[in-house]
């Protein structure tokens, strides 16, 4: 995602400490866990830079996007693209109703890889990386129950 996503060192000084809070920021799996994370983050450093608000988005999408099985999330332009893991479990027919219940969404094969591609037009990165999070929200609905 073409958009700066760090801990600054003038934000946090110790390298173990940024260390620390990478490793923490990996571990976003929830809302909750980003929620707390921010907390932390306040409580010990104070107002919280974009580039780490940048950060702690990226790792929630990421977390979601393991949870849909995909496999790779890529921001271009203006345009996302989910990449599908190849054991993915979807329902057929709810993908589908899901693609058509988005008007720029499609369903691709591309390099052997099943993808689906969303155009914003005029969209910056941050936004197509909220839309992606929207995206994966509704894509779990789509996965078959075992």
Request: aromatic fraction near 8%; proline fraction near 4%; include cysteine.
């Amino acid at each position: 995602v073409p958009i700066d996503a760090y801990i600054p060192k003038n934000y946090i000084p110790s390298e173990e400490w940024r260390l620390s809070m990478y490793k923490r920021i990996a571990t976003i799996a929830s809302v909750d866990d980003m929620m707390d994370v921010k907390d932390e983050l306040l409580d010990r450093f104070g107002d919280i830079p974009e580039v780490i608000i940048n950060l702690l988005n990226i790792a929630f999408v990421k977390s979601k996007a393991e949870n849909c099985y995909i496999s790779k999330v890529q921001v271009v332009d203006e345009i996302f693209k989910l990449t599908f893991a190849p054991e993915s479990p979807y329902d057929t027919d709810k993908l589908m109703e899901l693609l058509n219940s988005y008007k720029d969404l499609k369903l691709l094969n591309e390099d052997e890889e099943t993808k689906l591609r969303f155009r914003k037009k005029g969209a910056n990165s941050k936004q197509l990386l909220e839309e992606a999070g929207k995206l994966l929200d509704e894509l779990l609905n789509c996965l078959e129950v075992k």
